[in-house]
């Protein structure tokens, strides 16, 4: 199993725990590690191009993706956007149509997304956000979306992924914790968990 933790920090935008997100992840994942049953492969600094150049040039395909950033929902455009880093270290706002063409049909069979408004849908056109988008593309996509609330402690992200192989399994299993963690947009503490629940003819997520 290949893992492709994919992050993006623009400037001048909300600090993000990377290096606590990537521990618990592989941390979740240390029996398939230690067994040399999974690799874990982290991508800093992401941009539109460098992820479509390391999705391109893998030598064997990613199974999950776990993108670790910023989102946004725009009712005005109604389009649901992840904000990578452009050349300058500033914001590239990609759209969920571009993000779509990029990461689907790329052998990926799971993607989630650590990022605010990415589980919201279009008025018009649902397929329009960005999980929506790459689940209309044929990748099973997971966000977790913010909720406010009172906390006062912070606990990473903890999920587990079972019957994800390359043998034709049809169902995935995916266990998220409640956790709080510090609102990437304005800094405030936050309740998430993955509220999008999908299913596609290839895999069905189940949130347990």
Do not use: W
């Not at 910023?70 to 455009?77: F, K, S, T, V």
């Not at 914001?91 to 052998?107: A, F, K, N, Y």
């Not at 650590?114 to 056109?125: K, L, S």
């Amino acid at each position: 199993m290949r893992i492709l933790v994919v992050v993006a920090q623009p400037l001048g935008l909300g600090a993000l725990s990377v290096e606590e997100e990537t521990d618990v992840i592989r941390s979740g994942f240390r029996r398939l590690l230690d067994a040399k049953l999974a690799d874990v492969e982290l991508l800093l600094d992401a941009t539109p191009e460098l992820l479509h150049r390391t999705l391109e040039g893998a030598a064997a395909p990613f199974d999950i993706l776990h993108f670790i950033g910023h989102g946004e929902y725009r009712e005005q455009d109604d389009c649901g956007y992840l904000l990578f880093e452009n050349a300058e270290g500033g914001v590239h706002e990609l759209d969920s149509t571009t993000l779509r063409q990029i990461v689907c049909r790329r052998g990926i069979r799971l993607v989630c997304l650590n990022a605010c408004e990415t589980g919201q849908g279009g008025r018009e056109d649902f397929s329009r956000g960005v999980a929506q988008a790459l689940i209309t593309g044929g990748v099973p996509a997971g966000a977790i979306k913010p909720f406010q609330a009172s906390a006062s402690t912070s606990m990473p992200l903890s999920f587990k992924v079972g019957t994800l192989g390359r043998s034709g399994e049809r169902f995935a299993v995916v266990t998220a914790s409640i956790f709080t963690v510090p609102c990437c947009a304005c800094g405030s503490t936050e309740i998430a968990g993955i509220t999008t629940i999908c299913t596609s003819p290839r895999i069905t997520a189940v949130i347990a």
